[in-house]
């Protein structure tokens, strides 16, 4: 059964950095994607980066220059590198897998019935 399970969220004031972290386990895919999403409270969830099993890159334009999304592959575990948070970067902070050759868009996740949703984790950034 694949598993996702978010930590590193918290709270920090503006201009500052978080490390997120996403560990996804029981998946055998050979070919996957792997996605950072946000929701604030009465806003649509948001795509803001992801990495597919090649290591194909994409970012949401609000975030290029200051979120890095990387991997480490020997501990299954996808990390969110956070900085220069600005206060409308608060948000739940959800990680997610999908098997797939190259990662979908944003929109399309939410038909994606094979994908596996972790149940996030608050970031809140205060200015």
């Known amino acids: 059964q694949v598993q996702v399970v978010e930590s590193g969220g918290g709270s920090v004031q503006a201009g500052g950095s978080l490390r997120l972290s996403c560990a996804a386990s029981?998946?055998?895919?050979?070919?996957?994607?792997l996605a950072w999403f946000r929701q604030a409270p009465e806003k649509e969830r948001e795509g803001v980066a992801s990495m597919d099993s090649d290591g194909r890159i994409t970012y949401a334009d609000s975030v290029k220059g200051r979120f890095t999304i990387s991997r480490d592959n020997a501990k299954k575990i996808l990390y969110l590198q956070m900085n220069s948070l600005k206060p409308e970067d608060t948000a739940m902070y959800s990680c997610?897998?999908?098997?797939?050759?190259?990662?979908?868009?944003?929109?399309?996740?939410?038909?994606?019935?094979?994908?596996?949703w972790g149940q996030g984790t608050q970031v809140t950034v205060s200015s």
């Open positions: 029981g998946y055998t895919y050979t070919m996957y994607c």
């Open positions: 997610a897998i999908v098997p797939a050759y190259g990662c979908p868009p944003p929109h399309e996740w939410v038909g994606l019935i094979h994908a596996r």
